[in-house]
Nanobody
Framework: QVQLMESGGGLVQPGGSLRLSCKAS????????MGWYRQAPGKERELVAT???????NYAGSVKGRFTITRDNLARTVFLQMNSLKADDTAVYYC????????WGQGTQVTVSS
């Protein structure tokens, strides 16, 4: 069982930035594909970005060029740097860890509003 603890959400104005963090409990963190998903009110959960243990990344088209996913394998932590935030980015953001199965964090709220 892998536990994921997210932090860094909050309220930000359009055009602003936020950095999300997610610390995992596993000692084999580098074997996991880590990711961020989000779910806006009334919408389905969607992929934001993923990163492999070796650092290969994948992004949703809607965030490419604005968001950056990184990881620190020694600290067992994955980050999501979000720049040029828009109102459409408002959602609950979930951290995920995938190896043989998927683990999910409890989510952190990101609200983009003036």
């Amino acid at each position: 069982q892998v536990q994921l603890m997210e932090s860094g959400g909050g309220l930000v104005q359009p055009g602003g930035s936020l950095r999300l963090s997610c610390k995992a409990s596993t000692n084999t963190f580098n074997y996991y594909v880590m990711g961020w998903y989000r779910q806006a009110p009334g919408k389905e959960r969607e992929l934001v970005a993923t990163i492999t243990g070796g650092g290969s990344t994948n992004y949703a088209g809607s965030v490419k060029g604005r968001f950056t996913i990184t990881r620190d394998n020694l600290a067992r932590t994955v980050f999501l740097q979000m720049n040029s935030l828009k109102a459409d980015d408002t959602a609950v953001y979930y951290c995920t860890a995938r190896r043989f199965t998927d683990y999910w964090g409890q989510g952190t709220q990101v609200t983009v509003s003036s």
